[in-house]
């Protein structure tokens, strides 16, 4: 049976992606606990579905976060040997992540027009290029799972307010969907290629208060966030991707 590890496989996206390939492979998830002893250990497959995930922290802060986004990717490429490297990146890469027409993968960057946290996702990106010979990007949309524990919609549903304008519009996907997205991937041998991962369409919040019957409480420093990947590269291999709200609803739903 092949081999398969997730790292940051305790968090939302990992512990669902541990989750799921649990029988299909025979997994390791790899946290701060038995990082150090895993290291040196071959793999089939690595996921990494580590590094920063705090965009407003990493701006703030962006020596740290280079070493949490871009330095830690470097040092897992050479701790943990394997065929097919999985580097879960973020839209944040994109200079206008606002509408599709922006973000489609081939487009051109330009590093100096990106903010500390995009800029050390797209540095990721360059690194797992170069380094591996075998590799997948997955640019991840807002993801919702099992452990879900910040982001908007967390907030709304603890009833707590949201960093965001009811206006703004995001792009959803669910956990087990991307994991469905990465066995597909696999198992069609796509190799060396960067996808868009996100829901077709956006969610604004501006439905949410119908959705989810909720008063929504919004911050006083709240600020609109437009997010919309093009999918049509993903929705062409992956054909059951389904739309933002779908995948909201789902979540609403388990």
Known sequence: ????????????????????????????????????????????????????????????????????????????????????????????????????KYTKENVQINPKRLEPYGLHKYLAELI??????????????????????????????????????LNSK???????AVAEVIEVLLNKSIRNEVFNVGGVGTFSFLDAKKLLKKNIQVRPDAKKQLYEMDTNKLKRLYPALKTSEEYLRQFLLV
């Not at 990493?58 to 394997?82: G, H, L, M, R, T």
């Not at 099992?146 to 965001?164: A, E, Q, R």
């Not at 995001?170 to 087990?176: D, E, R, V, W």
């Open 1 to 100: 049976m092949k081999t398969l590890a997730v790292i940051g496989g305790s968090g939302t996206l990992g512990s669902d992606l541990v989750q799921y390939f649990s029988t299909k492979f025979v997994v390791i998830s790899i946290n701060r606990g038995n990082y150090r002893d895993q290291i040196g250990k071959l793999f089939d497959v690595v996921i990494n579905a580590n590094g920063n995930s705090k965009r407003f922290w990493a701006n703030q802060n962006p020596v740290e976060d280079f070493f949490a986004s871009s330095a830690s990717v470097i040092k897992s490429i050479f701790d943990f040997p394997c065929d097919v490297y999985i580097y879960i990146s973020s839209p944040d890469i994109y200079e206008n992540h606002s509408e599709p």
């Open 128 to 165: 797992v290029k170069k380094y591996k010979e075998k590799f997948l990007i997955l640019r991840l949309s807002m993801f919702l799972g099992k452990k879900l524990k910040k982001g908007p919609i967390h907030d709304v549903i603890k009833d707590n307010p949201i960093y965001v304008t």
């Open 170 to 176: 995001l792009q959803l996907i669910s956990t087990f």
